[in-house]
């Protein structure tokens, strides 16, 4: 498949690739490569301490180092670069994202867009006039509680240098904030599931504002924005603003948009819709 492009797949924040496996198994099914990027400290490269298993040691689980510490969003960045160099040599590659994972695209795409023939966003982080952070305080974030994870945070993050999460919690008020968050228009077994496919731990690097979307660079790629109707976590009225945003920044390279009805996770889980619509961006 010389001319078929390969689909390099970026996480967003707590997550790894093994939960791009069902979304690839239909990409497969339909002819294409794809591969899922593991960022560093993800995957089989993330800490699962001893006091994270039943029963659990919340005392221990709060001092236990954890491998991503450190990790910054170059670091990020430099991972999908280096997968997307060995993809190139195949022919065309399309880089997706989803969720916080749109903020290390955006920076790879700020750093050698050379390598990207398109950049995708499934709901996604796409920074153009505020860094990361910021967007929180503004009105299309209003609903969005920002401290969803907080019910479940384990330790300092300061002092652990990461974000630490309990997603084995039982407790019910954290579980329905994750829910409603992540997963409303899942089963509650598809939530479990996909609730233990989390790692504990993630980087506190997002980015600044340096890191937004540069037209000079980023901007010259063609791009699609795939929003999710029903997502509660990023909400569609923000995923607008970054769409307006970046059209703003390079009007005679806007987004190409594209809607999934579904919240945050659902694509993931029910990737067959998903996989239709990247394939029919591969012969763009």
């Known amino acids: 498949m010389p001319n078929q492009p390969t689909f390099i797949l970026v996480h967003g924040a707590f997550a790894n690739s ?8 239909e990409l497969g099914l339909l002819g294409h490569r794809s591969v899922a990027v593991d ?18 040691d919340l005392d221990a689980l709060a001092t236990e180092p954890g491998s991503i510490k ?6 990020n960045a430099a991972r999908v670069i280096e997968a997307l160099e060995r993809a190139k040599r195949n022919g065309p590659t399309i880089l997706v994202s989803h969720s916080r994972g749109g903020t290390t695209a955006t920076a790879v795409a700020n750093a050698r867009p050379d390598l990207i023939d398109r950049i995708v966003y499934v709901s996604a982080w796409c920074p153009v006039d505020l860094e990361v952070g910021d967007y929180y305080a503004e009105p299309e ?14 330790g300092n993050p300061a002092e652990l240098g990461l ?8 407790d019910p008020a954290a579980l329905a904030a994750f829910r409603h968050a992540f997963a409303a228009d899942l089963t509650d077994d ?9 790692q ?22 063609p791009r699609t924005y795939v929003r999710l109707a029903d997502d509660t976590s990023l909400p569609p009225a923000f995923q607008d603003r970054m769409i307006r945003e970046a059209d703003t920044l390079t009007p005679d390279n806007p987004f190409d948009v594209r809607t999934l009805a579904g919240g945050h996770l659902r694509w993931l889980v029910h990737p067959k819709p998903a996989a239709e619509l990247l394939a029919g961006l591969a012969a763009l």
């Open 141 to 154: 974030m209003a609903d969005v509680d920002a401290g969803s994870l907080s019910l479940a945070l384990v």
């Open 70 to 75: 450190g990790v910054t969003l170059a670091d």
């Open 200 to 221: 504990c731990d993630e980087n506190l690097d997002a980015g600044t504002y340096a890191d937004r979307a540069q037209a000079a660079t980023w901007g010259r790629i």
């Open 163 to 170: 974000l630490r999460v309990n997603f084995r919690t039982a």
């Open 190 to 198: 598809e939530f479990r599931v996909f609730l233990n496919t989390f």
């Open 18 to 25: 093994f939960s791009f496996a069902p979304l690839q198994a």
């Open 39 to 56: 960022l560093p400290g993800h995957g089989f490269e993330a800490t699962s301490p001893a006091s994270y298993q039943a029963p659990q």
